[in-house]
């Protein structure tokens, strides 16, 4: 893939690559892409925890199941908060100062 790619002999989009069993590699891969910078789409998808989106849903859903406690909020809290825009997050502490 890389020499691929380096050579110009091939576009990303024009390379898949395949294994008898994927799931093995699916960690390791999703990593990689993200480091890369290059978006992977995988045959039998992508864990839901592994998307900030994904990790909410899971913060939300335990608060529910097992109930409100202070550190079961907190992570949830912190989960919305990283869904913020970078700048909003600054003029919600400011107002919380005044």
């Known amino acids: 893939m890389r020499a691929l790619l380096a050579d110009g002999k091939a576009r990303p989009e024009e390379i898949a ?3 008898a069993s994927p799931a093995d590699f699916d960690d390791h891969m999703l990593a990689l892409s993200q480091d890369a ?3 992977i789409h ?3 998808g992508v864990k839901a925890v592994t998307t ?3 990790q909410t849903a899971a913060a939300l859903a335990d608060v529910l199941v097992k109930g409100i406690s202070q550190e079961r909020v907190r992570r949830l809290l912190r989960r919305f908060l990283t869904l913020l825009p970078h700048d ?3 003029g919600a502490r400011g107002a919380t100062e005044n």
């Open 42 to 44: 995988f045959v039998q």
């Open 88 to 90: 909003s997050s600054r």
């Open 37 to 39: 910078n290059l978006p």
């Open 52 to 54: 900030a989106d994904g």
């Open 17 to 19: 690559i395949a294994a």
